[in-house]
């Protein structure tokens, strides 16, 4: 027997027959197990994650603490620069379901770098419940990349948190290219003045895969700087929800937010949903957001194949296109090569039909 939680709230309720304010998650039945991978028991106490709400839900945090096995800390103290590089996650048949919790901390005026990539295998269904906290105090400056190419038979539930202090700035990274059930969300907290936020992702639905993902910015501190850039394909009969928020709290003068998202719809079976929002509660303070979803434009297509070039290297070339600057931030040829293998392998496997 399975059971439910919901999750993904919207952050400002709308008609309850768009179905778009929330989403019910049927969490599978999985034996707790104690075999451990890389980590350590460094537990930290983060009080600051304590004020705020984050992740996918309440439900899904719960989850996460019953049944971690694996946890890890990543802290970079007072002006240090410090890369930790990548940390590999393998699901297969004999480890089929992964409880992870991770705990950045930068300290003031220092940097910090990782890498989080996920892979799995084999035919068994298979379960991830992965939760991200980052704190990042004064003058600090955090960059992580989350990759996640798993196979069609994984459900995965991540929660990222972010508490940004003065003049902190987070860079989030996301590369969703596999996964049959994808449950994602990013709340980044700008607390402290000139606090800064970014997230950067992609995203590739194929066959019956389905996305679902909210972030959220929320500017609590003056002159708070943020920005939502998300690139996306959807092909076969894959499904995406995306929601997307800018929240302006009272007293965040000088805010300054932005959200984009592009989604090529690669068949007529697929179906995108995109719900950018955007509530202020401050006067002084810009929000900027655009949301468009469409097929391939002919013209550059027909231009490409002018030029000598086939019609599905055209049509691969422009979907790389609208993936490439992302994956270039990874700055690891071998990871970005790692990457850009399962995005390819999207595009061969049963053709595009534009």
Request: proline residues 1%; contains cysteine.
């Given at each position: ?36 991978i ?28 019953e049944?971690l ?29 992964l ?6 901390v ?65 860079n ?9 059930k ?68 009272e ?14 719809l690669?068949?007529?079976?697929v ?12 006067d ?71």
């Amino acid at each position: 027997m399975r059971s439910s939680i919901i999750g993904n709230e919207i952050a400002f309720k709308t008609f309850n027959f768009l179905k778009v304010n929330d989403t019910e998650i049927e969490i599978p039945n999985f034996e707790k197990k104690d075999f451990k991978i890389k980590g350590n028991d460094n537990f930290l106490e983060l009080k600051e994650f304590d004020e705020i709400k984050y992740g996918i839900s309440k439900e899904a945090l719960d989850l996460n603490r019953e049944f971690l096995n694996y946890y890890n800390s990543y802290e970079a103290g007072d002006g240090e620069d410090k890369d930790f590089g990548l940390t590999l996650f393998e699901l297969d048949e004999d480890y089929d379901n992964l409880s992870d919790l991770h705990d950045i901390v930068a300290g003031k005026n220092s940097k910090l770098r990782l890498v989080l990539d996920y892979t799995s295998s084999g035919k068994k269904d298979m379960f991830r419940n992965s939760v991200i906290r980052i704190l990042a105090e004064e003058n600090s400056s955090v960059e992580i990349f989350i990759i996640q190419r798993d196979s069609l038979n994984t459900m995965v539930l991540e929660s990222i948190g972010v508490y940004a202090k003065d003049n902190a700035e987070v860079n989030v990274h996301q590369y969703e290219v596999g996964s049959g059930k994808l449950y994602a969300n990013c709340k980044c907290e700008l607390i402290g003045e000139g606090a800064k936020g970014n997230i950067n992702s992609i995203y590739f639905g194929q066959k019956d895969e389905y996305i679902n993902i909210n972030y959220d910015m929320i500017h609590r501190g003056e002159k708070t700087l943020s920005d939502i850039y998300v690139n996306g394909a959807l092909k076969d009969k894959s499904v995406k929800n995306l929601k997307s928020n800018l929240q302006f709290i009272e007293g965040a003068c000088g805010a300054v937010g932005s959200e984009e998202e592009y989604t090529i719809l690669l068949d007529d079976t697929v179906h995108s949903t995109s719900v950018p929002l955007m509530l202020a509660h401050e006067d002084d303070v810009v929000g900027n957001h655009a949301s468009s979803a469409g097929k391939l434009d002919m013209d550059q297509i027909f231009y490409l194949m002018t030029r000598g070039i086939s019609l599905e290297s055209a049509e691969a070339l422009i979907i790389e296109s609208k993936f490439s600057t992302a994956i270039d931030m990874i700055n690891d040829e071998k990871l970005e090569e790692k990457v850009w293998k399962s995005v390819r392998k999207i595009i061969k496997e049963g053709g595009l039909h534009v």
